[in-house]
């Protein structure tokens, strides 16, 4: 079972220059925890070292975002979905 | 002689370098255009120069990148350089200094970060580990955040002996290790703290010191600016005595020590915590050379008057040649130098977004 991971261009350089990852994920932490193994320079830029989520970071879930669903537990199902997309933030 | 000069500002790094002695300055950057930059140091202890910053992107956090090639190009570590430890249920949220360790040690680096914390790398900036002996002091859940943070803004090793390390702390005050940070003792005997209630105004901790700064050839005298106070330790850093009486105001950030000349120290003084404006309005930076017994206003080549910027507290600093530059970076975006020690001013930048610190040296 694997999704798609979009990522916006400010990103990419921290995944070896992908747009799109494809990850196998159970779950959106799940889906982290495997950038944090192929990527850990991406990864910690989505989430703290405590796991939790950044706070200017949004993770649209088949277009949906994950705080309004079940944040880092969002369930991925086959062929979902991952749009990252930073929120407002700094002037 | 080439000097350069590192300005961290609250969007993006630039580097000014000089060529001929600090006649003229080539300006290149940003670099990380919309990440603050409040910690830098360029550290030349190794073979050849190296500059670390640490950078926070306000939707990606903060880390630390590091330039071999003064400053054109930066490499970050693949793993989290600076991370709480699991069991200290912390997140890094700035870093406020990055300080080069022992000249002896040139793979010893140390950062205050936000919140509250010190931590310590021995591979040269890779990798850095929580200094636990302060974490799990019992002062810290007592420790306030000051107006900018719960940060922990200076870090001072011990020129000669690398078991000690002095820090500044807002809103905890001065803490000094002796035994490679293990356990940790606060020196703030006779630093005011003008916000507590007047019975209450000299506590064992919990002062808002703003800087602290040592020449490394007299390591037992320390100078402070406080929030509110300006002080100097002839005790490594134990108990203070003022040194505000010759300056206009003793509000202010910055406090900076000649690099050869252990007597003489710069301050940049602002009007009172409300006001927060170099006093009516005048661009000066103050200059002792009697270790704080009498000040005196330089002003030549700096603006006249109707000048309102701040001045942050890594945002003055000298180089290490002899004589000695002198460098300050203003919250409206100019940055001066004077190449003799502060008898003449002149504009190195100008037009940057906010500094937050500067940093030179002879490279």
Known sequence: MAVTVRLPSVLRTAADGHA?????????????????????????????????????????????????????????????????????AGG | MDVLLGIGTRKGMWFARSRDGRASWELTGPHYPVDGVKALTIDTRGPSPRVLAGVVNEHFGTTVVTSTDLGQTWHEPEQAPIAFPEDADAALQGIWQLAQGPVDQPDVVYAGVEPHGLFRSDDGGKSFELVRGLWEHPHRKQWMPGGGGACLHTVIPHPTDANRVTVGISAGGVYRTADGGQTWEPGNTGIQA???????????????????????????????????GVYRSEDDARSWQSIAGGLPDDFGFPMVVHPHRPEVIYNFPLVSSEFRFPPAGRCRVYRSEDAGDTWTALSTGLPEDGYWAAVMRDAMCTDDADPAGVYFGSRTGEVWCTPDEGEHWQLVA??????LCVRAAVV
Do not use: M
Not at chain 1, 26 to 53: N, S, V
Not at chain 2, 350 to 355: G, I, K
């Open chain 1, 20 to 88: 799109e990852l494809k990850v196998p994920a159970a779950t959106l932490g799940q889906l982290l925890d495997e950038l944090g193994r192929r990527h850990p320079a991406l990864e910690r830029r989505l989430r703290d070292e405590r796991g939790a989520l950044r706070r200017y970071v949004n993770f649209y879930v088949d277009g949906e975002e994950c705080r309004g669903l079940a944040g880092a537990e969002t369930p991925l199902t086959d062929g979902a979905e991952v749009d990252v997309i930073p929120s407002i």
């Open chain 2, 194 to 228: 003008v916000f507590l209630p007047e019975d209450q105004r000299y506590p064992e901790f919990g002062q808002c010191v703003h800087k602290l700064a040592i020449n490394p050839s007299r390591p037992d005298r320390y100078f402070l600016q406080n929030h509110h």
């Open chain 2, 350 to 355: 100008q037009h940057l977004p906010d500094v």
